[in-house]
């Protein structure tokens, strides 16, 4: 920390002085992380993707936030039911907004500025583990989509619909129109100011809402199924193509994972259907491999005489395959797996290998 201590004490440097050391020793320690993970990466040594080098971050960023880990570095208190304080290193006591009381002494904090000018704090607490319920019988199926959020198929054949939030696709809107007025104002102005502190409220007021709303069906789906059937998707593959902008609004990534973390809390299984599992063009009553189907063929019949809406079919092979009946008819191997596959479309319908 001696080469901080003396850059300090340059001219241009002289705002680290202002902050605490606390901040700025963990800010050295997460670069250290970043470049041993980033030549582990390189040579080889570390699994997953590639590592890209750490970037420089300005601190004039809009998005700012630090770290303080140990105990002896921080404080925190409940003053009542839904405010705490926190003792930051040289910044003294702070109220919060509490909104949930914490279960245990957190082992460190991080404070967020929001590019709308909001703070956050949060805390990393060792939770005990919770019970986990008892199980239930019924499995379910999953197809995400553009046209609907989800679609769910029960074990009686039924199936429903989950549609965007409304209020969500109102708030996208209002995004869509504030970040128009951002690209018109001239930069450095004091109108790009107001417009940009607009969009990030929207930003975060969507980021909010969705995530709200993706946490209450998870639990939902997790609470009344044991088994739940999921298609893998390669989001990183898809959000290249032009199909982008819906998916990273869907947040389909989010409703994934919130389900598999809500399922490993319950003791619940999420059976991922392998990404060569043709569940848009397999009909989930007899089995039979249809045609390639493009994205505006909404419903098709099989030769077995079913009728088919794109979306629930594709949901019932899923909860087929959560069931574990699902026929496999492809010559890629069974339907269900749990081990990753490399790249792949999945329903983009954009290479052979779509469904
Ligand atoms: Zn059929």
Redesign the pocket.
Known sequence: MKAMARSKRTEERTWLGQVTDVALQQAMRDADRAYQNYFASLRGKRKGRRIGAPRFKSRKDHQDSFRITGRSNFAVRQVSKQRGQVKLPRIGWVHFALSRALPADPSSLTVIREPDGRHYVSFVVEAPARMVPAPVHQTAGIDLGLNHLAVIAHDDGTSSTIENPRHLKKKLRMLATAQKELARREKGSANRKKSRIKVARLHRQVRETRLDHHHKLARKVVDENQVIGLETLSIAGMARTRLAKSIHDAGWGILVRLIEEKAAEAGRTVARADRAFPSTRM?S??G?LGEKKPLNVRSWS???G?THDRDVNAAMNLRNVAAGQAETQNDCGGPTSAAPVPAGTGEAVTTPAAA
């Open positions: 009909c009553a007899c039979a099989c030769a077995c079913a």
